[in-house]
């Protein structure tokens, strides 16, 4: 396609100038300006979209156009991006055409999986970080998927829209509203779909109570929570994989750095984009303790280069968030403190509740007492069909507990069958926003942040 894909604002050319000092660890030694400077004229009217264009049509509902099978083009090949590679090539009519990856030796090891699976080996593009640039204009991919560090995401999405192509990302989306607005332009303008590909969606549990939701079981669910509370320090602190770039972002920013996994699968129970969106949110962030008592314990070497990073992310955050209709989410994040992983899912109606980790119900009149039940009752009438019909299969293949093989299946049904996507941009955005949000709302002493309305008023 010949049209330009980019904000007016900024080139795409300054976000892969930002990301080439990620990949140089320069944010590390706190060369990075922090991001709430880039997020000036872009949060202070959020209900006037920058660079919005009359033209724009929302992708609200928009199909896929049928594909007799779904080709692929991978940007990033490290540990997530091959597991979500396996996931794929485990789904019939997929197809992986080409893999890029600055690093050699992982897109090596990404090439030889797509050959031990029975597949053709895809054509590799290693030759320096914007090489993704070569790929997605590729006349033989249908959707690019990107799954390396956050500051590439939305360049290598602006590009994949640029030529035409949909495209998804690992969580977040983006990391600025400048940059999400700048996605859900693009993604209208190239007619185009952009997308998360939130796993957490597809959980088992996830999905069953989702349809309870909707079967009005709860009743009117007036208030949902969700969360990111995951030991990471073990990982941060790596010389390898996530640790040479993701610890970086604690000395970057303070509030929620990772808001998606907790919040995708709880806005639909809230109709989030079907009637209701999100209003505004207050944030507030614990002091940072957890990675400087990590480091002294685990760093004795003071000369260390770790030891010149200085870290700013409070370690347990905490965002309240109020719909335009009034309903009310809690959204929190911590991965700096010893604790069991959790995702701290929760939800409230006029009927009764839910609550995960452990999964348990109580529906008023039928439970009984003050005795919470296990999902086993609910299973049998409520299991979404795709877990009933793949679920074993998706559990002995799939990573998290099968969830990544039905998003992956789900992603190329959908492709194939010509059906509207389970997630859009707008979903993916607004899931993605309470990152900057949060750090606005912190920086000015916990006060009250409007949300943009990514849908121009299609959510009603």
């Given at each position: 396609?010949?049209?330009?894909?980019?904000?007016?604002?900024?080139?795409?050319?300054?976000?892969?100038?930002?990301?080439?000092?990620?990949?140089?660890?320069?944010?590390?030694?706190?060369?990075?300006?922090?991001?709430?400077?880039e997020h000036a004229g872009a949060f202070n009217a959020?209900?006037?979209?920058?660079?919005?264009?009359?033209?724009?049509?929302?992708?609200?509902?928009?199909?896929?156009?049928?594909?007799?099978?779904?080709?692929?083009?991978?940007?990033?090949?490290?540990?997530?991006?091959?597991?979500?590679?396996?996931?794929?090539?485990?789904?019939?009519?997929?197809?992986?055409?080409?893999?890029?990856?600055?690093?050699?030796?992982?897109?090596?090891?990404?090439?030889?999986?797509?050959?031990?699976?029975?597949?053709?080996?895809?054509?590799?593009?290693?030759?320096?970080?914007?090489?993704?640039?070569?790929?997605?204009?590729?006349?033989?991919?249908?959707?690019?998927?990107?799954?390396?560090?956050?500051?590439?995401?939305?360049?290598?999405?602006?590009?994949?829209?640029?030529?035409?192509?949909?495209?998804?990302?690992?969580?977040?989306?983006?990391?600025?509203?400048?940059?999400?607005?700048?996605?859900?332009?693009?993604s209208e303008k190239a007619r185009k779909h952009c997308?998360?590909?939130?796993?957490?969606?597809?959980?088992?549990?996830?999905?069953?109570?989702?349809?309870?939701?909707?079967?009005?079981?709860?009743?009117?669910?007036?208030?949902?929570?969700?969360?990111?509370?995951?030991?990471?320090?073990?990982?941060?602190?790596?010389?390898?994989?996530?640790?040479?770039?993701?610890?970086?972002?604690?000395?970057?920013?303070?509030?929620?750095?990772?808001?998606?996994?907790?919040?995708?699968?709880?806005?639909?129970?809230?109709?989030?984009?079907?009637?209701?969106?999100?209003?505004?949110?207050?944030?507030?962030?614990?002091?940072?303790?957890?990675?400087?008592?990590?480091?002294?314990?685990?760093?004795?070497?003071?000369?260390?280069p770790k030891w010149k990073e200085v870290y700013v992310?409070?370690?347990?955050?905490?965002?309240?968030?109020?719909?335009?209709?009034?309903?009310?989410?809690?959204?929190?994040?911590?991965?700096?403190?010893?604790?069991?992983?959790?995702?701290?899912?929760?939800?409230?109606?006029?009927?009764?509740?839910?609550?995960?980790?452990?999964?348990?119900?109580?529906?008023?009149?039928?439970?009984?007492?003050?005795?919470?039940?296990?999902?086993?009752?609910?299973?049998?009438?409520?299991?979404?069909?795709?877990?009933?019909?793949?679920?074993?299969?998706?559990?002995?293949?799939?990573?998290?507990?099968?969830?990544?093989?039905?998003?992956?299946?789900?992603?190329?049904?959908?492709?194939?069958?010509?059906?509207?996507?389970?997630?859009?941009?707008?979903?993916?955005?607004?899931?993605?926003?309470?990152?900057?949000?949060?750090?606005?709302?912190?920086?000015?002493?916990?006060?009250?942040?409007?949300?943009?309305?990514?849908?121009?008023?299609?959510?009603?």
């Amino acid at each position: 396609m010949g049209h330009s894909a980019r904000d007016d604002a900024y080139s795409r050319r300054e976000l892969l100038k930002s990301a080439v000092y990620t990949a140089s660890g320069l944010t590390a030694s706190g060369l990075f300006t922090p991001l709430i400077a880039e997020h000036a004229g872009a949060f202070n009217a959020p209900d006037n979209p920058p660079s919005a264009d009359s033209t724009f049509k929302s992708m609200k509902g928009v199909p896929f156009e049928r594909h007799t099978k779904v080709r692929f083009g991978i940007v990033g090949t490290g540990l997530r991006g091959r597991s979500v590679m396996n996931e794929l090539l485990s789904v019939q009519g997929a197809e992986i055409v080409a893999i890029c990856d600055p690093n050699l030796a992982n897109a090596s090891r990404a090439a030889k999986l797509c050959k031990d699976h029975g597949h053709k080996e895809p054509v590799i593009y290693s030759e320096g970080p914007d090489a993704f640039e070569k790929l997605v204009i590729r006349d033989d991919i249908d959707f690019v998927y990107t799954a390396t560090p956050w500051e590439w995401h939305v360049p290598v999405m602006l590009a994949s829209l640029s030529a035409g192509k949909h495209c998804g990302s690992e969580c977040p989306l983006g990391t600025t509203l400048k940059d999400l607005w700048a996605l859900v332009n693009a993604s209208e303008k190239a007619r185009k779909h952009c997308m998360q590909l939130e796993n957490c969606n597809y959980g088992e549990t996830e999905m069953l109570i989702n349809r309870m939701v909707k079967e009005g079981i709860f009743g009117e669910v007036l208030h949902v929570e969700g969360a990111y509370l995951h030991d990471l320090r073990d990982i941060l602190f790596e010389d390898k994989d996530e640790g040479l770039w993701r610890r970086a972002w604690h000395t970057r920013l303070n509030g929620n750095l990772y808001p998606t996994h907790g919040l995708g699968p709880i806005t639909a129970y809230v109709n989030v984009h079907s009637g209701d969106r999100f209003d505004y949110l207050i944030s507030m962030s614990s002091p940072q303790r957890g990675l400087d008592l990590y480091r002294e314990k685990n760093i004795p070497d003071k000369k260390d280069p770790k030891w010149k990073e200085v870290y700013v992310t409070g370690d347990h955050n905490t965002t309240l968030m109020k719909t335009i209709n009034g309903k009310t989410v809690l959204l929190q994040h911590d991965v700096s403190s010893p604790r069991p992983y959790t995702r701290h899912h929760r939800l409230q109606g006029t009927l009764g509740a839910f609550e995960d980790y452990p999964p348990r119900i109580y529906i008023d009149g039928q439970t009984g007492g003050e005795r919470w039940a296990t999902l086993e009752t609910w299973k049998k009438q409520f299991s979404h069909p795709l877990w009933s019909e793949i679920g074993e299969r998706a559990k002995s293949k799939g990573g998290h507990g099968g969830m990544d093989f039905i998003m992956a299946y789900r992603l190329v049904q959908t492709m194939l069958e010509g059906q509207v996507p389970d997630i859009d941009i707008y979903d993916s955005a607004i899931w993605s926003a309470p990152l900057p949000l949060s750090e606005i709302s912190i920086a000015r002493n916990s006060s009250p942040v409007k949300f943009p309305d990514f849908t121009r008023g299609k959510y009603k």
